[in-house]
Each structure stands twice: as structure tokens, then as C-alpha cells.
């Protein structure tokens, strides 16, 4: 769980393995545009931009870019307002049918960023 700016800032950042179905979840404290890149990042991902109601907005699938200067790293947006945005090793969307329109369920309460 990212819910503080360190956290939301660091990401995914120099990890080197991520187990089936983990991930990190981002939480942001309103809804509004995000846009995540893959700097220093290694694993592939997809990025899961959510709404505050949990409606999946969009899906991006992101490369890691190794020897990408700031300025040529791609940029990964939401196609509108997220709160949540969750990153999960590449294929993880497809295989469980996550798209645009998917509501995408947390286990337990959804969270937020006191959580």
C-alpha cells in the first residue's frame, strides 16, 4: 500500500521480483488525473488507473525502459480521475478480465489513505 507521498513517489522502484497476484496499491487522497512512468522500475506492470467508485477507467501496460533519461521515459496516464491506482506484474489484467468498466473489489474495505 503506497497512501503517503514517499511511498506513492518510491513505487515499484529497484524491486527484482514480485510474487503471482501481489502488487502495490496507490491511494491518493481525491480523484484526479495520474500519471505514473517506469523510472527505475524493472519488472513489467500493468497499471490499473481506478475511480473512486472502483470503476476501472483504464489499463496501460508499462515496459520497463532502463537506460531511459527522465525525458524519454513513456508517461502512463488516466483516461480520468483516479483514486487508486494499482500496479501488478504484466498480464495479471488480461488473465483476470480487467478493462475499462471492470469494478475492481478490494479485499476488505476499500482503502484510503489513513489505511
Known amino acids: 500500500m503506497a497512501n503517503s507521498p514517499d511511498e506513492r513517489s518510491q513505487g515499484l522502484m529497484h524491486r527484482e521480483s514480485l510474487p503471482e497476484n ?47 533519461s527522465d525525458l524519454e521515459l513513456e508517461r502512463y496516464s488516466s483516461d480520468s480521475p483516479a483514486k487508486y491506482v494499482v500496479e501488478m506484474r504484466q498480464g495479471f489484467a488480461n488473465r483476470e478480465g480487467i478493462e475499462s468498466g471492470t469494478e475492481f473489489v478490494f479485499e476488505g474495505e476499500r482503502p484510503t489513505t489513513e489505511n
Open 22 to 68: 501481489h502488487g502495490m496499491v496507490f491511494v491518493f487522497d481525491k480523484a484526479q488525473p495520474q500519471t505514473f512512468w517506469m523510472k527505475n522500475t524493472v519488472l513489467p506492470l500493468d497499471i490499473i488507473f481506478i475511480a473512486a467508485d472502483g470503476t476501472v477507467i483504464n489499463v496501460e501496460q508499462a515496459d520497463p525502459q532502463p537506460n531511459a
